[in-house]
Nanobody, 122 residues
C-alpha cells in the first residue's frame, strides 16, 4: 500500500504560479513512478506529468510543456509540480498517483491522493 497526500493548491490569477506537493508513504520503493493528473467536473481524469525514479525521466502532456515542472526529493518521499504561467484552463482538481512503471492512463494507477483544488482566475 502507498499513501499519498497532496498540498499546495489554491486560487491564483492568470499568469501566476503555484507549487503542488505530494508526500508519499508506505511501499514507495515498489511504486517508483509518480504522476500528476487533473480532473474537471464532467470530464475524465487527464494526465499532466510523470517522473520515474533513479536517474529520473520526466514526461508532460503537451498543454503544460514549458510551463509545468515535475520533480522529486527521494529523501523526503515527495514529488512536486511547479506550475508557472497558469491559465484559466488549468483550473481543476489535481491528483497525485503512484505505480510501478510509467503510464499516462489514469486507470492503470492503483494509488491516489485525495486531490488539491487549483483555481486560476482571469
Amino acid at each position: 500500500q502507498v499513501q499519498l497526500v497532496e498540498s499546495g493548491g489554491g486560487l491564483v490569477q492568470a499568469g501566476g504560479s503555484l507549487r503542488l506537493s505530494c508526500a508519499a508513504s508506505g511501499r514507495t520503493s515498489s511504486n517508483p513512478t509518480m504522476a500528476w493528473f487533473r480532473q474537471v467536473p464532467g470530464k475524465e481524469r487527464e494526465f499532466v506529468a510523470a517522473i520515474t525514479r533513479g536517474i529520473p525521466s520526466t514526461y508532460y502532456t503537451d498543454s503544460v510543456k514549458g510551463r509545468f515542472t515535475i520533480s522529486r526529493d527521494n529523501a523526503k518521499s515527495t514529488v512536486y509540480l511547479q506550475m508557472n504561467s497558469l491559465k484559466p484552463e488549468d483550473t481543476a482538481i489535481y491528483y497525485c498517483a503512484a505505480r510501478t512503471v510509467l503510464s499516462t492512463i489514469a486507470k492503470e494507477y492503483a494509488y491516489w491522493g485525495q486531490g488539491a483544488q487549483v483555481t486560476v482566475s482571469q
